[in-house]
Every structure is written in C-alpha cells, then in structure tokens.
C-alpha cells in the first residue's frame, strides 16, 4: 500500500487562481515528519516545508500555505493567486522515525496558464 | 555554498554493462541519500549513508550499491544493468539523518540503457 498518496495526477489552473495539492498519508509510528518538495522543469527537486506530526498548527508563508490535519491524515498545499512559475510537480513526503527514510508520493504536475 | 552536485549529468550505457555514479553533498552535510525517479514509479529509495556507513536500504536487487567516503562524498554502482534501470538517478544530502532533516537535492544523473 502506497505510504503517501497524492491523487491528483495533473492540474490546470489559470494564472492568479488558487490551487490545493491534496496529500494523504498513512502511518503507524507516533513520531514522523511530513515535506513537500517542489520540482521545477529544471529538474531540481527543492525543499518547502517539513512539518513534525506533533505540530498541527497550519503554516503560511507568502503565497503558499499548508494545512496539517491529523484526524484524516492529510497535509494539503494551497497556492494562492498562482502564478506561471509555479508550474512544476509538487511532491508529498512521510519520514518515520522508525523507517528511517523518505516515501515519497507521486506527484501532483501544476500547470499554472497565463 | 554550492549545492549538491552529481555527475555526470547523462550516462547511455548498454545492458550487461555496470555504471558508477558520483555524488558531491553541500559541505558539512553528512548524510547521503539515493533515489531512483521513473515516470511510473515515482521517486523510490535506494539507500542511505551516513558517516560511511549505510544507514537504511530500500528494495532494490543487490546490484545496485553504494558507498560513502570519509569526505562524505558518495558513489552508486550499478551492475549488470538491464533497460528498467533507465531513470533519473538523484542525490540528496542533509546535515543529519535524513529522516528528520530536509534534503537538499542535485540535478541528478539521467542513465539511459540501451
């Protein structure tokens, strides 16, 4: 069973809407941390958030924000007023500390058109 | 402080061959991780060094391994390559375990088995 799950393969969005990137995870452990990565055409996957599974206080920071939801085990990803430099894929990621490594989602490719 | 830097950046290599790939981490980073990036699998682990030594290995056949110098730079070997081991290989470096820490990672190496 996939560890972390973003079902949405491919969005489309028109420049300055806003868009939400969903992430479901599933784990046993107590202690675990939570990222997303953004992976632009360029091909360098860079780093966003982490979240530690203590914390459920939801985050912004300039156009983005996340909201970290324990009780259904999601950590979505909003984008506010996108923009075309936000095209990119978006990667979800759960670290356990029992694990001891990444699982990474699938990805969610973000189109954003002016 | 330069980033993490992977070389080289392409690699066509035919199968039965092996390949090395080579992993510069940011300085003073001492964990080094390795995945594999496919259009159908997404971004799966391969393994992690951490000061020399392995800390965690994913599922992957026992020819694909890895090393890690006192210096903390990393190398992947694959061996006896066959066509399902083109992908997008990506190094990713963090200051501490990498289970808790953000990674930060390189361009990656783009093998192509012919």
């Known amino acids: 069973a996939q560890k972390v799950t973003q079902a949405q393969t491919e969005i489309s969005v028109v420049e300055k809407e806003d868009v939400t990137l969903d992430c479901v995870y599933e784990t046993r452990d107590t202690t675990y941390y939570l990222f997303w990565y953004k992976q632009p055409p360029s091909g360098e996957l860079v780093f966003l958030i982490r979240?530690?599974?203590?914390?459920?206080q939801n985050e912004i920071s300039g156009r983005y924000s996340w909201n970290f939801q324990k009780s259904t085990s999601s950590f979505n990803f909003t984008i506010t007023a996108s923009q075309v430099v936000d095209s990119a894929v978006y990667f979800c990621?759960?670290?356990?500390?029992?694990?001891?490594?990444?699982?990474f989602g699938t990805g969610t490719s973000l189109t954003v058109i002016p | 402080k330069a980033g993490v830097t992977q070389t080289p950046r392409y690699l066509i290599k035919t199968r039965g061959q092996q390949v090395t790939l080579s992993c510069s981490p940011i300085?003073?980073?001492?964990?080094v991780s390795w995945y594999q990036q496919t259009p159908g699998q997404g971004l799966q682990f391969l393994f992690e060094y951490f000061s020399e030594t392995q800390r965690n290995k994913g599922n992957f056949p026992g020819r694909f391994s890895g090393r890690q110098f006192s210096n903390s730079r990393s190398e992947m070997n694959v061996s006896t390559l066959e066509l399902g081991d083109s992908a997008l290989y990506l190094c990713?470096?963090?200051?501490?375990?990498?289970?808790?820490?953000?990674?930060?990672f390189g361009n990656g190496t783009r093998l192509t088995v012919t």
């Open positions: 990713a470096s963090s200051l501490e375990q990498a289970y808790n820490s953000p990674l930060h």
């Open positions: 979240r530690n599974s203590f914390d459920e």
């Open positions: 990621a759960l670290s356990e500390f029992t694990g001891n490594q990444f699982y």
């Open positions: 300085s003073g980073h001492r964990s």
